[in-house]
């Protein structure tokens, strides 16, 4: 219909309803997803970011509408955020992320949101909005790490003796957790902050135990980013060069 009309609040509509039928109610968390409707809505979104006027012309009309375009379903109001972002239009992405929240507590919407306000070096924002989502995951009973990793960053960035000593008893606090990427994303949390800290002696120190601890040339060469940060903040370019 939309190709017919070009009406963007008929692809706008279009969208929502798809989303909407992907979707698994808060109500039923056990349930599963339909895999037809998630496809149809994947292969609409791939569409509208493989076609830049129509994306752009989403993201002017979401703008435009404001609070007239209604009750928009979470992953509608996540599809218009990545678009604006895409436009670096960071403001307009965090407006839509923030409704998606309201709408619905997703992990995934949580964690776009604090990207956008790390990316807008919105720090207070970010430790406010990184402490509302840990919040709400601990009224569902969860953990997340990652919104724990915004808030001790946010708490770096904030700068101060009070917000340092919060950021580091967050990184310590964090469980050696391992994911589809192993262990060392989470260990890797101390060094990267202590150089935000501006402990970059500390932070060198942890890099090198790291090295002998993950040897691995895919674990080592993820440390050795960290390494030459550290490095560089102690006024070593050549060493930091080096890594």
Request: glycine share 4%; with cysteine.
């Amino acid at each position: 219909h939309y190709r017919e009309t070009r009406r963007t609040e008929d692809l706008l509509a279009l969208a929502d309803s798809l989303y909407k039928a992907a979707e698994v109610p808060e109500e039923k968390p056990t349930a599963v997803a339909d895999p037809a409707a998630v496809a149809r809505v994947q292969s609409l979104a791939t569409a509208i970011r493989n076609d830049r006027e129509a994306s752009q012309l989403l993201v002017r009309h979401a703008a435009e509408a404001g609070a007239k375009l209604g009750t928009l379903s979470s992953g509608t109001w996540d599809l218009i955020a990545s678009l604006a972002e895409r436009e670096g239009r960071l403001d307009q992405a965090e407006t839509a992320l923030r409704a998606a929240i309201r709408v619905r507590h997703d992990h995934a919407v949580g964690m776009h949101l604090l990207q956008v306000l790390e990316k807008q070096r919105k720090w207070e924002s970010l430790r406010q909005t990184s402490d509302a989502l840990i919040a709400a995951s601990r009224r569902d009973q969860k953990r997340y790490l990652s919104y724990e990793i915004a808030q001790a960053t946010a708490l770096a960035e904030l700068g101060g003796l009070e917000n340092a000593r919060k950021a580091l008893e967050i990184v310590d606090g964090l469980p050696d957790r391992t994911n589809a990427d192993g262990l060392l994303p989470t260990k890797l949390q101390r060094p990267r902050m202590l150089v935000k800290l501006d402990r970059p002696a500390d932070a060198a120190k942890e890099c090198e135990q790291l090295l002998k601890d993950f040897p691995r040339p895919a674990d080592v060469a993820r440390i050795r980013v960290v390494y030459a940060d550290a490095l560089n903040e102690m006024k070593q370019p050549d060493r930091a060069e080096a890594e």
